[in-house]
């Protein structure tokens, strides 16, 4: 299969040539897991919700902080999930196509792009996961697997949307120390990750603690260490 190159053009298809060994586990999760091993929230049986990507992106990192992965930290002052660390992403346009087809791999990389200055060309896709939902959105989002196979800068675009872009060595995800159980007022728990001075958690920590369990990179930590959310959250 062809690597991608960019959101415009021919087809946006995934390819796992050339991908780096280390993330061959991540591969093989891709490949084998189950909806319900990711997630109680699932898309409605009836169709409803609003189809959207993100992209979880994987880099090789430098020789000192080995493998990461790019997050972004969204603005405090918008309406949904202000404030929360999460991957690139956001909701389908016309133009990305069949969100049952190839639209979620091109949404993902435009939206990447459009919040982070990311170089499409650069990534290649190399997985897709299974469907997920987000109840208080009303999102069905798709997480899309990608290698930077060829880094570009990456920052700030739209101060209105994202408040910094940052990356996250793997091993800081995996490391036990860096592992939490937030506890939202609504009495929801779930995993969450004390990374790069911010409180990663909700969704994107799912999605997270879902791929280091499936990839055989977790760690054994204590999930009985508990971080409050506020009820801004």
């Keep these: 299969m062809t690597r991608t190159s960019g959101t415009q053009g021919g087809p946006v298809t995934l390819s796992r040539e050339g991908l780096p060994s280390w993330l061959d586990p991540v591969a093989h999760a891709a490949e084998t897991v189950r909806p319900t091993q990711l997630s109680r929230f699932l898309p409605p049986e009836n169709g409803t919700g609003r189809q959207s990507a993100v992209l979880i992106l994987f880099g090789d990192g430098d020789g000192e902080r080995g493998p990461e992965l790019l997050l972004m930290e969204r603005a405090s002052s918008l309406r949904s999930h202000a404030g929360q660390p999460s991957f690139p992403g956001g909701a389908l346009d016309p133009e990305d196509g069949d969100p049952q087809g190839d639209g979620p791999l091109r949404a993902a990389l435009r939206e990447a792009e459009e919040e982070t200055g990311l170089d499409p060309s650069g990534v290649q896709l190399f ?45 800081d995800l995996t490391h036990p120390d860096n592992r939490v159980t937030t506890v939202h007022p609504s009495g929801y728990q779930g995993p969450a990750f004390l990374v790069e001075s911010a409180l990663v958690w909700g969704f994107t920590a799912g999605v997270i603690d879902r791929l280091l369990h499936f990839a055989g990179w977790e760690r054994p930590w204590d999930r009985d260490r508990r971080v409050p959310l506020d009820l801004r959250s």
């Design 127 to 171: 997985g897709v996961l299974p469907k997920l939902y987000i109840p208080v959105s009303g999102f069905v989002v798709t997480p899309v697997l990608g290698w930077w196979r060829a880094p570009s800068p990456v920052g700030v675009v739209d101060p209105n949307e994202t408040a910094r872009v940052f990356t996250v060595p793997v091993a």
